[in-house]
């Protein structure tokens, strides 16, 4: 008998229909001997929703009343699904974040998990039961009040519990089949993986594909957490992502992303000497400016331009501070037309010649690269924003991702 747990996002749980069909499949994994926990996201849009209310209603918003307000999604979620089981039979436990011991940080919007108490979940399940936990949520003992994880959240709730509960796969359940070589809104025989590394789905993650939440693969990766990446329409096989067996052969390339969510910040004429980058990046930092890639160039009569990427909603904080961070700079500007393709692919640790070939690809079409940066097993370039999803398709082209 194995443990899953199963995560189910807002679109797998988005009407009464969507409720049944879990439970259904639920039931069918219990039939199938094993022993499930669940976790589930807030229906549907229901989180932008609660969020827009507050909005609508309030200019100041405390933390501890946004949070007290959208876990109200997933708590509803988690009542609803159980009903749904115990239609068929199949004892559960709906369970909010702090009564299925997650306990957090105090940072409301963004809570931290600390520590999981997992007495009540286990006591649950060996009594047979389904526990049913609302995602993305959890108690601060600090203060002793709701916390929201943040968008995205119920992923790495799902993680979290398989990690504590030892289970032998996390299943995330969403709206798509699994991960692909490369967005299929884009580029139109993009393949379904079967498996992935952690490693090249946290890169993946890291550069543009919106699912899994970036910060759940860490925590599945640090945690040796098996995860399958599947869908709640289909029930079909997705993608599985485990750890990689170093003798086993590997793709040298998996896929190809794109990001469009970032602007490339230059200063010009920053001082060459030593402490300068240290304290404009430090300024950044105390502002909550989250900086990706940087690129310093050759210094040229004592003074180099440096570029880095932010976040577009971050541009305007980040045009300020370094602006004003009194390094002695020259010109700040910020340039929100680019974004950026990545190529990643464990196997290209071992074979050369990767980074010639996407460079080559993008310069027979013309695409310039305004900045480049590596991993072991990724190469980005920032491109021109017109010009990415040509980029994207030719180099899926390129390295043959795509179905025969
Ligand atoms: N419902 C929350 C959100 O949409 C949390 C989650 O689904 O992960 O961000
Ligand atoms: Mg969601």
Known sequence: MSLIVQKFGGTSVGDVDRIRAVADHVARTRRQGHQVALVVSAMGKETDELLHLAETVSKTRPGREMDMLITAGERKAAALVTMALADLGVPGLSLTGSQAGFITDTTH???????????????????????????????????????????????????ALAAVLKADVCELYTDVTGMYTADPAVVHNARRLLRLSFDELLEMTATGCPKPA??????????????????????????????????????????????????????TRVPDRPGIAARLFRALADNDVNVDMIVQNVSMDGTTDISFTVPKESVARAL?????????????????????????????????????????????????????????????????????????????????????
Not at 109 to 138: H, M, Y
Not at 223 to 236: C, P
């Open 214 to 267: 970036m910060r759940a693969v860490e925590v599945a990766r640090n945690n040796r957490v098996k995860l399958h990446v599947r869908s709640a329409f289909t029930w079909e096989p997705g993608t599985w992502v485990y750890e990689e067996d170093e003798t086993m052969e590997q793709a040298i390339i998996s896929a190809v992303t794109h990001d469009t969510s970032e602007a490339k910040v230059t200063v």
């Open 109 to 159: 919007r963004n809570a931290k998990i600390l520590e999981i108490r997992t007495a009540r979940i286990q006591e649950a399940l060996d009594a047979g039961r389904v526990p049913v936990v609302g995602g993305s949520q959890g108690m601060s003992t600090e203060s002793g009040d709701v916390t929201f994880l943040g968008r995205g959240g119920s992923d790495t709730t799902a993680v």
């Open 320 to 404: 300020e501070v370094s602006g004003s961070s009194d390094i002695g700079a020259g010109e700040v500007t910020a340039d929100e037309t680019v974004a950026r393709v990545s190529l990643v692919g464990a196997g290209m640790k071992s074979n050369p010649g990767v980074a010639a070939t996407m460079f080559e690809t993008l310069a027979r079409a013309g695409v310039n690269l305004e900045m480049i940066s590596t991993s072991a097993i990724r190469i980005s370039c920032v491109v021109r924003a017109a010009q990415v999803e040509e980029a994207v398709q030719l180099l899926h082209d390129a390295f043959e991702l795509g179905a025969a």
